[in-house]
């Protein structure tokens, strides 16, 4: 009789795992990890708006800005800068609180500048989430920068000791800051409408030469290359 011919089962070993075959099971778990592409996520869609030259200046300047004291105490042009190129731009405002709080880290320490962080955090979110009328930020809006500087530091002074002489001290920081305020409205306003020199009011180049002054008194103490 002829011997049975034996049949020897077969399995097709799948090329995934011929692929997997000598590798690590780190490096398998790695290979059939999907990872999403940060560029599909909301971060850099929702940073894209900032990546331009115009916004990197504005947070050039308001670094700056955040370093010029006035009468040795008061930083009035960094809450003014603030409130005047962050309103209506939530991105640019958030950008624009986050160099302004790295200028006061840069200058100050101890309560002033948790007052001062305290009240850029406030002035921050009164601009991005409080609607102002088209036609009533000429005037509304310094307003606004003056009572979230004034209510912000005499909150902060109250949870310590409140004294007559930092009262006066914020009255009248928030009072400048009003006013820079203003003055930073007209210097944006130009350059929206990317006037030329020859088209330059007196209040076009009076607030010009504010904004200059401010960025020069905020150049004190920076040093580059040897020079201060």
């Known amino acids: 009789m002829l011997d049975k011919i034996e049949i020897y089962p077969y399995q097709r070993i799948s090329t995934a ?9 780190m490096a398998a778990w790695l290979q059939r990890l999907k990872i999403t592409s940060l560029s599909k996520t909301a971060v850099i869609p929702a940073l894209k708006p900032l990546a331009t030259w115009g916004n990197l200046g504005l947070a050039c300047c308001g670094l700056l800005m955040a370093r010029a004291f006035v009468l040795g105490e008061l930083l009035p042009f960094a809450f003014a800068w603030l409130a005047a190129f962050g309103f209506k731009d939530k991105a640019r405002a958030l950008l624009l609180a986050v160099v302004v709080i790295a200028g006061f880290l840069s200058v100050q320490d101890g309560s002033a500048l948790g007052r001062n962080i305290l009240t850029g955090v406030v002035l921050w979110g009164v601009i991005s989430f409080i609607p102002l009328p088209e036609g009533r930020q000429w005037w509304g809006l310094p307003l606004i920068t003056f009572a979230s500087i004034f209510v912000s530091k005499t909150t902060f002074m109250l949870l ?12 009248f ?4 800051a009003g006013i820079l305020c203003f003055i930073f409205l007209v210097a944006r306003d130009s350059l929206e409408k990317r006037k030329s020199l020859a088209d330059f009011s007196f209040e076009d180049l009076a607030a010009f030469l504010v904004t200059g ?3 020069v008194m905020g150049l004190t103490g920076v ?6």
Do not use: C, D, H, W
């Not at 795992?17 to 099971?25: A, K, L």
């Open 213 to 215: 002054i401010g960025l």
């Open 17 to 25: 795992n011929e692929r997997n075959r000598g590798r690590t099971p």
């Open 160 to 171: 310590g000791e409140l004294s007559f002489y930092q009262e006066m001290v914020a009255v």
């Open 223 to 228: 040093k580059a290359f040897g020079l201060s």
């Open 173 to 176: 920081e928030a009072i400048i």
